[in-house]
């Protein structure tokens, strides 16, 4: 049974950085798609950051990208992000997913995953 936990989220002021990370277990990092998703009150759900983990490509939405880094672990079985330069709109739950191994698809679209933790929330406040 595949489980993604995450953990790090908390509640910062504009311009601080967080580092969330995605545990893993019944999924061996390195096998698939890996990404970062996050929904905000009222929003739908966006794609944040993708890895494809058996290379270590990474995607990043317009809005993160400078900001937020993606990055994987394969030996502790972690993916993580690491958020600099905090927005109040950065302000939303953030996801875990996973594809299952040699799955297709765009990496910003959330039904081309089968996996998903519970989240953690990010709070930003100006």
């Known amino acids: 049974q595949v489980q993604l936990v995450e953990s790090g989220g908390d509640s910062v002021e504009a311009g601080g950085s967080l580092r969330l990370s995605c545990a893993a277990s019944?999924?061996?990092?390195?096998?698939?798609?890996m990404a970062w998703f996050r929904q905000a009150p009222g929003k739908e759900r966006e794609a944040v950051a993708a890895i494809w983990t058996p290379t270590g490509s990474t995607s990043y939405a317009d809005t993160v990208k400078g900001r937020f880094t993606i990055s994987q672990d394969n030996v502790e079985n972690t993916m993580n992000l690491l958020m600099n330069n905090l927005e109040p709109d950065d302000t939303a739950m953030y996801y875990c997913?996973?594809?299952?191994?040699?799955?297709?698809?765009?990496?910003?679209?959330?039904?081309?995953?089968?996996?998903w933790g519970q989240g953690t929330q990010v709070t930003v406040s100006s």
């Open positions: 019944g999924y061996t990092v390195g096998g698939g798609y």
């Open positions: 997913a996973a594809a299952r191994p040699n799955s297709g698809g765009s990496w910003w679209a959330p039904h081309n995953y089968h996996y």
